[in-house]
């Protein structure tokens, strides 16, 4: 037992002692590295903000080498009705577009352009609005500008078919200028006037040569306030035996468009 004793008091004696600057030292590098969690430029924000702006540049990068900048489209299609216009009118095919597309990266667009569609409209009986003569044949033209918003769905985790098809969702806001020519009273003059319209929808853009040329399809829902949408000048001239007619001219619109676009 004295022999133990005796063989711990010499290391006790012998060991290296640590320093004062050693024990100061220590010390000092737990505090430095509670600093470091304050030091600006190491905390968690700065290096979301950096990794953010990384992000940033670098999808920058991408789109300046892949995207589309703008894009040109000439289409024709079919414009028709619902509602009381939609029994009214005979559509006259084509409708004929042109368009422009900016595109601010690979998502996102605006557009804008025009569309100009025909139609006619016969009243064979006396009206409220022409008691005398019959109306006869009216013929309706119809040209409307617009723009719009389009943003193109992420494709890159879905099939390649609808990869390459590029489909897009679309909003337009509208304006419709409608004439109504009289063909067979040339002594009345031209009914016309303005609406504010809106609309929406999706379609297609299949490449032909990827960045430069594609095929497009549109399919759009339109809602129009027309100057005659509730007008009394087409409904039956009752009051002299007359029962052709429409009471008003309400109804919604409906487009189909083919585009070939050109891109840049």
């Known amino acids: 037992m004295k022999k133990l004793l005796l063989l ?4 006790a004696i012998f060991s290296p002692q640590p320093t004062l600057a050693q024990t100061v030292g220590g010390a000092s590098d737990i505090f430095s590295a509670e600093d470091d969690d304050l030091n600006i430029g190491g905390d968690i924000f700065t290096d979301f903000s950096e990794d953010v702006e ?3 540049v670098t ?6 080498r892949y995207g589309r900048f703008v894009s040109f489209a000439v289409g024709i299609g079919l414009t028709t009705f619902d509602g009381n216009r939609g029994i009214a009118y005979e559509n006259s095919p084509p409708t004929i577009g042109l368009g422009f597309t900016f595109f601010k990266d690979f998502q996102t667009a605006l557009n804008l352009g025009f569309a100009y569609s025909k139609h006619s409209m016969f009243l064979p009986e006396k009206v409220v609005g022409f008691p005398d003569p019959t109306p006869g044949s009216i013929d309706v033209s119809m040209l409307r500008v617009f723009l719009g918003y389009r943003y193109y769905i992420d494709t890159a985790n879905l099939g390649t078919a609808i990869t390459y098809s590029n489909p897009y969702l679309v909003a337009r806001l509208e304006y419709w200028y409608a ?3 009289y063909l067979d009273m040339e002594e009345v003059p031209n009914d016309t006037g ?3 319209g809106a609309s929406m929808g999706f379609g297609l853009e299949f490449p032909i040569e990827i960045k430069e040329s594609y095929v497009g399809v549109e399919f759009l829902f339109h809602t129009v306030n027309f100057h005659d949408k509730m007008t009394l000048k087409y409904a039956p001239d009752t009051a002299n035996g007359g029962t052709f007619g429409y009471e008003d001219l309400s109804g919604n619109a409906y487009s189909t468009m083919l585009y070939y676009v050109w891109s840049w």
């Open 59 to 64: 999808e920058d990068e991408r789109f300046y």
């Open 194 to 196: 303005g609406g504010l």
């Open 179 to 181: 004439t109504n020519k």
């Open 8 to 11: 711990l008091l010499m290391f």
């Open 54 to 56: 990384d992000a940033k």
